[in-house]
């Protein structure tokens, strides 16, 4: 009876109780609600690509509520894409910033802003950031050292850059020949511009060291030891780089062709060159192999070589070098003179070097794409894309 009593004594009192709660939580529901739908309307104007207006909307989100970090993280990316960096950078080192923020939070927000100064083109900030990131374990340690080598191969700090890799090789188990390979050439390349002739015999060792297969690190040996007056050798190197990957012989026909004539082996220079045209390869190495052909043998004998390569393939640079070779033989043919200044206008619009990776296209070979950065991703091949004419 008693707790009946008490029970009816506190009715009211649970009620309010309840009811202030109940007021309380459809406040609270109603703001995530808010919230909520403010983050969805900034999202759909951002997949509509209205970013200004998707900004404003996720920006007063950001008031309403400040702690919201994965709301700050969209917010510095969509500032830096839209090339805002100062405050991508400002709300990023805010986040950097926050102690209440766990370890791995404030990680992100550090490569983050190392992202935003990349973009911004401050470098040296960029690298402090990602230097930082890569001290410690954690989620962004790769990813930070493989950020620092991009940065270091941009600023063409070659040695900073090997290093790096080998930390790379280290932390993730993996190797890098063929890059390391590569920063040891262009190392060479450097070397070879000041002069320093025994540094860049040094360093092109270790090129060759690092990756025995680097065919450009090949080609370089090959001159190095043509200019050095020894002529066979340097045929072999150049040699063994067609047997590697047949498609690179093109880079060396001219340079194998001009050292067997210059060591006096003009018959053995001919034979090489037939050889590399019967097998015909790609365009380019027929090509460089008849023009020297002709050089040596002269238009007629050239001339018979290339039909029977054009038989089997039809290429514009390969009828290109036949209306050469036609108006050597024939001057002053008209036509024969349009017709080339054709093939080359067509060449010139149409045929580029593409990288496997990324598809950048570019008129000259390129050992590093300029667009992915990707090492070896293109082939030494041009190819005839007719979707360009
Ligand atoms: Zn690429």
Known sequence: MEFELWYLLAMPVLFGAGWFARAFDIKEKKSVADETQTLYKGLDLLLDDKKDQALNSLVNL??????????????????????????????????????????????????????????????????????????????????????????????????????????????????????????????????LFFKKFDEAAGFLKQAIAADPQNKRALIMQGNLLQKQGRLEEAVEVWKKIGKISPQYETLVVGSVAETLLKAGKEEDAVRYLKSVAEQGINADSVDTAVNWLSKIEGPEKALEVLRRYLEHKKSLIGFKRLADLRLAQDPENKELKELDEFLKRQIDKTVRYKCSKCGFVTKSFQWQCPGCRNWDSFAPVRSEDPSRI
Not at 90 to 109: G, M, S, T
Not at 168 to 183: A, D, M, N, Q
């Open 62 to 191: 950001a008031k309403v509520d400040p702690d919201t970090v994965e709301l700050h993280f969209a917010l510095g990316a969509l500032f830096r894409r839209r090339g805002d960096y100062d405050k991508a950078v400002r709300i990023h080192n805010h986040l950097y910033n926050r102690a209440d923020l766990p370890k791995k939070e404030r990680n992100r927000a550090l490569y983050a802003l190392g992202q935003d100064y990349l973009k911004a083109g401050l470098w040296d900030r960029a690298e402090a950031n990602f230097k930082k990131l890569a001290e410690v374990d954690g989620e962004y340690k790769v990813t930070a050292i493989k950020e620092l080598v991009n940065i270091y191969e941009s600023e063409k700090e070659w040695l900073k850059a090997i290093d790096e890799a080998h930390i790379l090789e280290k932390v993730t188990g993996e190797t890098y020949p063929s890059r390391i390979s590569h920063l040891y050439c262009e190392l060479t390349m450097q070397c």
